[in-house]
């Protein structure tokens, strides 16, 4: 497992809810490369919920689609945006939980749609929210028009999570 570099940082402006480390209210989301699937380890926190110790579903479609975003930065070495997120919620996700994991990964890719599948399971490996998103993929000019020059991995292999 290696993690990707981020493509953003140091860009002015750059202040992603989902992603940016500098961003004081934001998610602080990192990402893995693990084989063919883009991987986030997070922490929940209590003011991320909507009823009592339980994530928001908000929060959770947020998660969805920031790591989808990242499958197409990495997959494809493109931005795009998104056109569809399907969501549905099978168990909840408590804030309680010491660490999330999301999986998704690249399952088609039509002219310049991508089709991502995305689940977010709890502590116990159990899928408690399953996605299909759709990202429309820039070509590489706008790709670069929006700062977008490519989306790397960092030095060595890192031990699973």
Same mark, same amino acid.
């Given at each position: 497992? $290696? ?7 140091? $860009? ?17 989301? *990192? ?7 883009? #991987? ?9 919920? =909507? ?22 930065? $990495? ?8 056109? #569809? ?16 994991? @999301?999986?998704?990964? @690249?399952?088609?890719? #039509?002219? $310049? ?6 689940? @977010?399971?709890?502590?116990? =490996? ?25 989306? *790397? ?7 699973? @999570?």
């Amino acid at each position: 497992m $290696r993690k990707i570099k981020n493509p953003w940082l140091h $860009r002015e402006g750059y202040d992603c809810f989902g992603c940016c480390p500098d961003n004081p209210i934001g998610l602080h989301m *990192e990402f893995f490369e693990e084989g063919d699937e883009v #991987r986030c380890y997070w922490s929940p926190q209590t003011h991320f919920q =909507g009823w009592i110790d339980t994530l928001h579903g908000g929060i959770q479609a947020t998660l969805i689609d920031e790591i989808a975003s990242w499958v197409v930065f $990495r997959r494809l070495q493109t931005t795009g945006v998104t056109t #569809r997120l399907n969501i549905t919620y099978r168990k909840a996700v408590m804030t309680t939980e010491p660490q999330v994991t @999301l999986k998704a990964q @690249l399952v088609d890719h #039509r002219h $310049r749609l991508a089709t991502i599948h995305v689940q @977010l399971e709890n502590a116990d =490996g159990v899928v408690c929210t399953q996605a299909e998103v759709t990202y429309l993929a820039m070509d590489t000019d706008k790709a670069k028009s929006m700062g977008f020059t490519q989306c *790397e991995l960092e030095g060595d292999n890192l031990l699973p @999570l």
